[in-house]
């Protein structure tokens, strides 16, 4: 019984990637995203798929880091395991056929003490990151349209 | 925005604390003519100023008209209280140039009033609740205060003050990069209240509609167009639906530049008003 037990939670909780803090087991699922998935391809391709994103998410999450106004609430954050599940959650609302592997929205954030100023901080600096990766621009507000509702979420005073 | 659960970082401060600042570039609108926040014409459900529902931010404006035989000019501030509340006050001057002498009442005869304005936030977020149809819902007055008093009763104005009761709604559709809005107000004015409240004509408050829709072009440019019915409540001179094509692009996150073409149709019996309008802004 402990066993089967032991199993059901290994099979929720992959093995810690390298490099990351290993976390409290949850159970994975793409609801967590917080956001339904685009159709279509053209959402991906104005990205530039993967190789994108992954630089739209980098670049937010450096400018996250130097941004005096936020940088404070990344300091003891595991942003290896951020970094990873943010373009988990980027590439499966993009409807770029990834699965997102991490925590729902209300829960990661619960005590991060998320200001309404914060939250439009990092859309400012996802706006940043995009125009550098020349998203275009009725493209970055579609994509922003999938996230602003998650302010209700996030933000918690 | 998916951060594995960590010990609260220094910001888990209490709550309550303020701050300046931190609203989205043209999240609060700009300033219309009458020194609520809006589009040029029509006043809209955003709140005025840069600050988030944790700070208080303000809005200064300056606003010229220029129309074949007219010029309005219009200055003022508002405040924006938490993202929730909107205190605004304008003044306007109405400058009829060689109209005046035609009308008898001198060249150069200026109309002026000062408009001290309210407005709530009753429910929703043109920003935030893209998931819902539901728009963010505004309640405002515009108590007007107009200076020429004999003049107005002598073309058939009831009163020189009066008050307008409004509900607007907006919506950015992020999905659309659209920016919506529909208002209607209340109200009993002539020329937006330069002439006056009520008339030989009409003295009853009627509802009256403002339209705007613009579209983001660029993160800091929107364009888009304006409609507003307006009663015609005096027998000298007819008043029709104002229109405008708007421009309004945030140079920075404390100015922004409007202009537009507008269309007042007959002023003060002088036909075909058209014109440019012109407003700078700066908001912290």
Redo the contacts between chains.
Sequence with gaps: MISFFLASLLSMQAVTPPN??P??PYEHSNA???ARQFEGEDMFRAFHGKEGIARVVDGMVDRNIADPRIS??F????VV??RR??KE?FCYILNGGCD?S??E?K???K????????F?????NL?ASM?DEKVP??AQ??M?????????D?VV? | ?????????????M?G?M?Q????LLTGGVSSVEGAAGGGLASWALIAGNE????IGAKAHATYVALPDFDLTSGGVAVGIK?RVELSFARQSFDTRDAGAALGLGKGFRFGQDIYGAKVRLIGSA??????ILPQISIGVQHKRADKAPIIRAVGGRQSNGTDFYVAATKI?????LVVNATVRVTKANQFGLLGFGGDRNDAYKAKFEGSAGM????NLLVGAEYRTRPSNLGFAREQRGLDVFAAWSASKHVALTAAYVDLGDVATVRRQRGLFLSVQGSL
């Excluded at chain 2, 920003?127 to 819902?132: E, S, T």
């Design positions: 990351e803090d976390v409290e967590n995203a917080g404070d609430i300091k003891g954050q595991d395991r951020l599940t943010l959650q997102y991490g925590r929205m829960s990661s954030h005590d991060l003490g998320l200001q309404a100023a914060d439009n901080a990092l859309v400012e706006q125009r621009y009725l507000n579609r922003l349209a999938k996230l602003a509702p998650m302010k209700r996030t005073r | 925005m998916s951060r594995g659960l960590a010990a609260a970082g220094p910001r888990a401060a709550a604390e701050r600042g931190g609203k989205l988030t529902d944790a700070g993202d920003v935030y609740d893209q998931d819902r559709i992020l999905s659309r990069s983001l072009v660029r993160r």
